[in-house]
């Protein structure tokens, strides 16, 4: 009989200790080694989840990762790839669908929570409308560009027209920043009192612009560039 692959028991241990404990007393390394068993099932993980980490530097940003750069770590095929990038998109999911569950949006920090899911990460810059209700219930979320934020692509006319389709009575403007830094720009600041004006004229409240950048949001409203209505 062959003997069994020494990474059999490690797996079976690993995985024992996840059931006992959680994910709280792994490091990164290890919680990507487990994510991976589960796409990977006749391989060691361990030295691919720590190929993973020296090459992306964190869990987070191997999740923000495009699919050919995961793949570019040797391991990781298109199956594994797939199931990281979907795992990310999970996590999205996730937090849409809880502060649906919870019925509103009572903070700004509630908000951030669905923002930094869905943006943060995107190497392209992405302009997002969320839609609420009188009560701050999300009707939905919509891309409105993807590309460069300025007044030539966000248009307050568009915005408004979509906010009424909807039925909203008020809505969340978000946008990321690349770079990382969610300082806004002064186009930034423009283009939201821009819409901001728009959407007053037609009873629709504007109640923040949120800017995501790298673990880190910045609110307009909480820094006084929106007025409460």
Same mark, same amino acid.
């Given at each position: ?22 994910? =709280? ?9 487990? *994510? ?17 980490? %020296? ?8 999740? =923000? ?14 199956? $594994?790839?797939? &199931?990281?990038?979907?795992?990310? %998109?999970?996590?999205?999911?996730? &937090? +849409? ?26 190497? =392209? ?24 934020? =300025? ?17 909203? $009575? ?18 930034? *600041? ?19 612009? *949120? ?5 880190? +949001? +910045? ?11």
């Amino acid at each position: 009989m062959k003997p069994k692959p020494t990474h059999l028991g490690h797996r079976k241990r690993l995985k024992a200790r996840l059931s006992k404990s959680g994910l =709280d007393s792994f490091e990164s390394h290890e919680v990507l080694e487990v *994510i991976l068993t589960f796409v990977i099932p006749r391989k060691d993980t361990k030295p691919i989840a720590w190929d993973l980490i %020296q090459k992306f530097g964190s869990i987070s940003n191997v999740l =923000d990762a495009k699919e050919h750069d995961l793949k570019s770590v040797k391991g990781i095929g298109d199956t $594994a790839a797939e &199931f990281l990038v979907l795992l990310r %998109q999970v996590i999205k999911r996730y &937090f +849409y669908e809880e502060l649906k569950t919870r019925g509103s949006l009572k903070s700004p920090q509630d908000a951030a929570a669905y923002c930094r899911a869905s943006l943060e990460g995107e190497k =392209d810059e992405i302009f997002e409308v969320i839609y609420l209700t009188t009560r701050n219930t999300i009707i939905k979320s919509e891309r409105i560009t993807i590309g460069t934020i =300025d007044r030539a692509s966000v248009s307050p006319r568009k915005i408004v027209e979509n906010a009424l389709r909807h039925k909203a $009575a008020g809505v969340i403007f978000v946008h990321n920043h690349p770079s990382g830094d969610p300082s806004p720009s002064q186009e930034d *600041i423009q283009i939201t009192k821009e819409i901001s004006d728009a959407a007053k004229v037609l009873g629709i409240t504007v109640h923040d612009h *949120i800017i995501v950048g790298k673990g880190s +949001y +910045y609110s307009l409203r909480a820094n006084g560039y929106i007025k409460k209505s």
